[in-house]
């Protein structure tokens, strides 16, 4: 257990309907990544935050995806009108401080993602 | 794009032996890499990192080279054991960057 918790850890939707997942990171980490893994892949990056801050969203955060940090404690990822090209593995990591040597990112064990 | 790749999709290797899993990238302007290991049904793993000022990195059984003039980072596991068994990813910063870019794994596998 990294201390990253993701929930849930498993999610079956129809297709068209939206879903939320949540992500609660490490206290004190003020950094929360958002990742997308699709099977036989590595991890691509979605979003970042600092705190309540989203500060980068990678192109393939298409207009359905939102994702929030209120309090910039905990996250959440909302999928809107789910497609089944959305089916993949959702991991959330978190760090403190920048990513570098001696500041490692801590990745949760994901919410598996299954559009039917 | 992505710039992290693998030249590898499978390795599978002797219990006891060592492993090699190599990893090439296209970004000369990562400062920073890291390998992750990744277990079925987990989110990944540090395993060790290497700054680009370094070329060799030596952790508890497992050793990180660096090679810059080819672009060309490798994981070495000594006497691999079953619970090696898992898919490795070589993951880079890009200078100033803020994100970690994974590579597509390499999946190492123990025979007996």
Redesign the interface.
Known sequence: DTGVSQDPRHKITKRGQNVTFRCDPISEHNRLYWYRQTLGQGPEFLTYFQNEAQLEKSRLLSDRFSAERPKGSFSTLEIQRTEQGDSAMYLCASSLGRVSHGVKAFFGQGTRLTVV | G?S?GLHL?TLSVQEGDNSIINCAYSNSASD?F?WYKQES??????II?I?SNMDKRQGQRVTVLLNKTVKHLSLQIAATQPGDSAVY?C?E?VNRD????????TRLHILP
Request: net charge positive; aromatic share 16%.
């Open positions: 992505e992290v999709p920073y890291i049904g987990k989110g990944p793993q540090f990192d700054r990813f993951a910063r803020d994100k970690i870019i994974f590579g597509k794994g």
